[in-house]
């Protein structure tokens, strides 16, 4: 049990000489098989939000990334890229014998989840996806004047507490500091986060005391991704756009969202003409609204009877 969610099978498997991924599955073993993408990079997957998914109808299949959650070694930044994450989930679907699938994605993951469809069209049935993230000058939106437009004084607050203006910097400054500088420019940057990320909805900030190993992990491997300008997967998923052509795509995304506009899913719809947008008023990057009409997208979806495995 995993918050009080029945596991059907769970363990680590190892993925390279250097790192062991966590998995988990629920729901029905002769069900659907759905496999799920976190978000991040560097996040986890927070196991209660799987109890919305029907559970008769889905085989539920989860993971945690290289570096992140239960996996091993935690934030681990060495051979740890979106490629290193599909290869992986690849590994995991062959593991547990599963041929075909549905995909979850959030942020961050529905863009990995995007990206495995790409390599294995074969092998996705349909993509569910919430807050397609598309990474474009990431520095810019949370460093920058976009960001400080967004709100000048939580920015300058920012800005201060952290004492630079790039991810570079802010990942050498987290490497060389102390714990406590740690934890106060982690929770600086994680209560930034929080109001780029949100739209009409209220902002909910963290306590010093909630920064721990693991979010501190976290924010290392975010960093490192950004740093690396996310290894150029916003090229890769444009421009292999027709590889997925034929797969049905549900995208629920905010209308308010700061770091993927919503105008960019909407462009995505003129190549993938199947693409269904579901948006939400209001909603920004992230939001119990935007998870629970994911939720409702994937249950109430009409499935083919026939399924490998």
């Avoid at 299949?61 to 935690?74: K, T």
């Amino acid at each position: 049990m995993i918050d009080n969610i029945p596991i059907l099978q769970q363990g680590f498997l190892q993925v390279s000489d250097k790192h062991k991924i966590y998995y988990a599955t629920m729901g029905n073993p002769d069900g659907i098989p759905l496999l799920c993408f976190h978000g991040g990079p560097g996040a986890t997957f927070k196991v209660k939000y799987i109890a919305f998914i029907n559970k008769d109808k889905y085989h539920t299949i989860l993971f945690h990334q290289r570096g992140c959650g239960n996996s091993i070694p935690l934030g681990e930044t060495h051979d740890n890229t979106p490629d290193t994450a599909i290869a992986d989930a690849k590994k995991l679907l062959d593991f547990l014998n599963v041929k075909e699938c549905y995909l979850m994605g959030f942020s961050y993951g529905s863009t990995l989840a995007m990206l495995f469809a790409m390599h294995n069209p074969t092998m996705v049935k349909s993509l569910f996806l919430s807050s397609l993230f598309i990474p474009y000058n990431f520095d810019e939106q949370c460093f920058g004047d976009s960001a400080k437009n967004k709100n000048s004084e939580s920015y300058n607050k920012f800005i201060s507490a952290i004492g630079c203006k790039n991810s570079s910097d802010l990942l050498h400054t987290i490497d060389n500091a102390g714990r406590e500088q740690q934890e106060n420019i982690i929770h600086a940057w994680i209560n930034w986060e929080i109001e780029l990320f949100t739209g009409r909805d209220s902002v909910t900030y963290t306590f010093p005391e909630k920064i721990d190993d693991a979010l501190i992990s976290s924010k290392h491997i975010l960093l490192h991704y950004a740093a690396n300008n996310y290894f150029g997967i916003r090229e890769r998923i444009l421009n292999n756009l027709d590889s997925i052509k034929n797969i049905p795509i549900t995208i629920i995304h905010g209308d308010c969202d700061y770091f993927t506009p919503i105008s960019i899913i909407y462009e995505l719809q003129k190549s993938l003409h199947q693409i269904k947008i579901v948006p939400v008023v209001g909603g920004g990057h992230v939001g119990s609204r935007i998870s629970q009409i994911l939720y409702d997208e994937i249950n109430s979806y009409i499935t083919e009877k026939q399924f490998s495995k």
